[in-house]
């Protein structure tokens, strides 16, 4: 059945979709104009102060808190509004001035209306309403003005944006990167088109990114900066160096020209050094008017290494071996003693390689060290190395070593390694009476010493026949001449040597049981002698210097002075045993005549 009301329920359709679409229009426009004019407001405060991260969040919070008013304000009461057609009747009645008539057609023609009242009352209201619904314009008072004010305001936003987009793209495309907290720049006059630190590049101007990249440098080596610059060239530049443990410790370095630029060039080098790393920081650059956000510089600690030095002195001399400070750098071993040298990571920085370079008499030998553990801390030389084994001479050594990052020390560990010679054993021998008869057995008293220890010990005795019979001591010769006499032979008597062993080689007497005191009696009688031969007395010590496979090694021979002794008769031996006696008795007298302060009286 065809509705008698379709020509007004289509025409208030109209209107109620004309007033939804209006609502939208003026609701999302005035929301629309609210964030351009928030992001224009962000982008005029960010790019006179050029704000941080952090201060661009604070900014980005109060402009989002100014959109979110303006919705509030402007466009949350028209949207999610909706109107039924009896609405849109009665605002028609309104405009039109009209009863209520509009109204109560609608309600007559719904189902409902059977059971309401006279059914020819209602047919008559519907009847006159369809009538008269031609001729009422709906549209009477609808309010266009609002819409035409905020779309307005849009227009201009969204003009002025264009027109920045047309001008300065790059200006656009640098705030929509720090809009989502990016790190690129606006752009300068001055362009920063590349920074490197110590050889390694860290910025470059074809990237987005304003902030140089995080870079490593060695502790305690300088930092070198280098800084292109394009566009309107700088003369002077800096970087801003800050303490990563300290942020109030600041340096400022002053940025140089490398080099000029050349007549027409449109590049230019600028170079800053901080002479000596430290500690871990953070640099900024700033050239003309461009500028880079902070990276930060990483300390690498250079290798730090402790050298354990053990002297291995020989065998037979370790009971008295000297300690030697371990960590020293100059010491002195026992000739023919090893040592073990062992570097070791201080800083638990693993190793790459190590080295020890020995100069020996003048010629320079590398030792490449070998890792003793699986974390590469500790270094030695290989077992089979012989360079520091039985060491007879002076040695200077080095060592370097190159770490995991391939840095080395700053200086290398230097040092000597000297030679402490094992001193020459030391005898004695001594006689009383030099005068003896042919088979006399006169008692030789002897003393050995030896530092470290004695292998053999031996007499050896030097006959000469065939003396001069003469020499003889008479009562009127003292016994200085005839000493004399003794010492002084006539190069062309004919000798003979005798040895007599006192201690064994295979008995060394090592240094606990030194010095070794005795005498030995020796038998003239196996000789032969007659009245007027002579024999000279050595005593020959040997010191010990350990053994080998192929047995004891050969140690150094010292030789005491020499004793001469005359072969006389009774006769000779009484007058030399009087001299001897004369003459001790003198020396006697002249002791105590000293003692008693008595003095000869002048003649």
């Known amino acids: 059945m065809t509705s008698r009301l379709a020509i007004l329920r289509s025409r208030l359709a109209r209107l109620r979709g004309a007033r939804a679409r209006l609502r939208a229009v ?60 009896i609405d849109m009747a009665l605002l028609v009645e309104r405009q039109q001035q009209i009863d209520s008539d509009l109204v109560a057609a609608l309600q007559f023609e719904s189902a409902d209306a059977k059971c309401w009242g006279s059914p020819q009352l209602t047919g008559a209201v519907v009847e006159y309403v369809a009538a008269a619904a031609p001729t009422i314009n709906v549209f009477q008072g609808f309010d266009r003005r609002q819409m035409v004010r905020r779309l307005g305001l849009l227009a201009a936003c969204l003009a002025v944006v264009m027109l920045a987009t047309a001008m300065a793209p790059r200006h656009l495309a640098a705030f929509f990167n720090r809009l989502c907290l990016g790190s690129m720049h606006y752009p ?16 470059s101007g074809e990237n987005a990114a304003a902030a140089p990249a995080d870079c490593k440098a060695a ?34 370095l002053e940025l140089r020209p490398l080099s000029l630029p050349a007549e027409g060039g449109n590049t230019v080098v600028l170079i800053g050094e901080l002479a000596r790393l430290s500690e871990d920081v953070t640099f900024k650059v700033a050239a003309g008017d461009a500028w880079t956000e902070p990276a930060l510089i990483r300390m690498i600690p250079l290798p730090i290494v402790e050298l354990q030095v053990t002297p291995r002195p020989p065998k037979y001399a370790a ?74 001479q002076e040695l200077r050594y080095e060592i370097q070593v190159v770490d995991a990052d391939g840095l080395s020390l700053e200086s290398p560990i230097r040092g000597t390694i000297r030679i402490r010679p094992d001193q020459p054993p030391t005898g004695l021998a001594e006689v009383i009476h030099k005068v003896v008869l042919p088979a006399a057995e006169p008692l030789i008293a002897y003393r050995a010493s030896d530092d470290y220890g004695i292998s053999r010990l031996a007499l050896v005795v030097d006959v000469e026949r065939g003396g001069i019979k003469a020499l ?14 003794i010492a002084s032979p006539a190069a062309a008597l004919p000798t003979e040597s005798h040895r007599y062993e006192i201690l064994a080689p295979k008995e060394p007497l090592t240094s606990e049981r030194l010095p070794m005191a005795g005498s030995y009696a020796l038998s003239l009688s196996p000789l032969k002698l007659t009245k007027g031969d002579r024999i000279k007395l050595t005593l020959e010590v040997t010191d010990y210097r350990g053994e080998n496979d192929e047995g004891p090694v050969a140690g150094q021979i010292a030789l005491s002075d020499s004793l001469a002794l ?33 003095e000869e009286e002048p003649k």
């Open 26 to 85: 003026t609701a999302w426009s005035a929301l629309a104009s609210s964030v351009l004019i928030a992001l224009l407001g962000v982008f005029a405060v960010d790019f006179m102060f050029g704000l941080a991260a952090p201060e661009r969040m604070v900014v980005l919070a109060l402009a989002i808190a100014a959109i979110g008013w303006a919705y509030w304000r402007f466009t949350r009461a028209l949207v999610g509004r909706g109107e039924s057609e």
């Open 319 to 392: 009971a008295r071996a000297e300690k030697t400070d371990a960590s020293g750098r100059q010491f002195a071993v026992l000739e023919g003693s090893a040592v073990e040298m062992t570097v070791e990571s201080a800083n638990r920085k693993p190793l790459a390689s190590a080295w020890l370079t020995l100069q020996k008499g003048g010629v320079s030998q590398r030792i490449d060290l070998v890792p003793r553990d699986s974390n590469r801390y500790v270094w030695s030389p290989a077992a089979a190395e012989t360079a520091l084994k039985d060491i007879r």
């Open 188 to 203: 300068t006059q001055t362009r920063i088109d590349q920074i490197v630190v110590n050889g390694t590049s860290v910025f």
């Open 219 to 252: 502790q305690g080596r300088p930092l070198t900066f280098l800084v292109t610059c394009s566009g309107q060239l700088p003369q002077t530049g800096s970087i801003v160096l800050t303490a990563a443990s300290a942020v109030h410790s600041r340096t400022r």
């Open 472 to 485: 003889a001591p008479t009562a009127s010769d003292d016994t200085s001449t005839a000493d004399s006499r």
């Open 566 to 598: 005359e072969i006389s008769d009774e006769s000779g031996v009484l007058a030399a045993i009087s001299q001897a006696d004369q003459r001790s008795e003198q020396q006697l007298s002249e002791i105590i005549k000293r003692q008693l302060g008595i």
